[in-house]
């Protein structure tokens, strides 16, 4: 049984998206003023991820990819801690050795995030193996690119975890570009949903710009998943706004594509659903928007507060 988003749910939806995008912007604006170091973004995908995040329950994992902070956020992480482990200092989650790339919190159950394209994929399958061997409940969920699906890992992972019956919801967040090469150089369909079914794994594609339509699919996904104890693919079709990293002046992408793809930002269509459906005013809305400004500029004074770790901790914590 799954339930789509409440009357109640899609603001508190909106004021996530809202944070993600804030927090994201900040990083731009820093690293452009040389006070960040220059990070992935997911800026146009935070319905994606608030959607799925939201669908999930406290035991479950999550391993993702390098654009990782709308997971983190949607999850419940501390923008502050956030920005710290970004900017290399010792509040941030990873003491700031990690940075943005392979930030990881365990009390939240964000098992990793990996800058190896694909390296999510096949770790997945351990966690979900070890997961059944220890008898823990949560199912495991692993977001990943379409570029990381045009990988070997990708195929051996979904062959494995659908012989092996492991409880894992893949999702794909199909966002049109590969770094700097469009999907379609490298896939012959458009949707990689279509890549699971020959692994007998059930998939299906959704919007991925529609926050409301993405949490019920993934509701519906999770609950297939734990009452199958098997693999599901989930595919959230939506388009990364910026550029492959900061900065990146996206001089390699049409600008009828950018346009096209801005119209149908997520955040603006929820904005407009709540307003059109008397959920949310023009002044709440304003509201809301200098609430989470003034939540990330706490945090970013919260992360330049922090110190760098001693250098008698360089080599704590890191095995390689
Ligand atoms: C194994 C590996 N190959 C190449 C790279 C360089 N690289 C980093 S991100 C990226 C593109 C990944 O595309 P996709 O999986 O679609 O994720 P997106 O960046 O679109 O979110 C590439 C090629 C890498 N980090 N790891």
Redesign the pocket.
Known sequence: MTRPASENELPQLYEQMLLIRAYEEKIVEASAAGKVPGT?T?VG?EAAAVGVVNALGGADLILT???SAAHLIARGADPGRLLAEVMGRSAGYCQGKSGSLHISVKELGVVLTS?????ELSLATGVALAQGMLGKPGIVVCF????????G?FHESLNLASVWNLPILYVC?????????H?RETMRRDHVADWAVPYDIPARTVDGNNVEAVLAAARAAAAEVRASGRPFLLETYTY?SRG??EPDDQAYVDPAERAAWAARDPIAACRDRLLATGRLTASQDAALADKVQSRIAVALAFAEASPYPALSEMTTDVYA
Do not use: Y
């Open positions: 992935c997911s995908q990819n390098h654009r800058t190896i394209v694909g390296a990943f690119g379409d570029g990381a699906a045009c990988e890992a967040e199909n966002n049109q570009w590969q770094a700097f090469v999907r990364r492959h990293f």
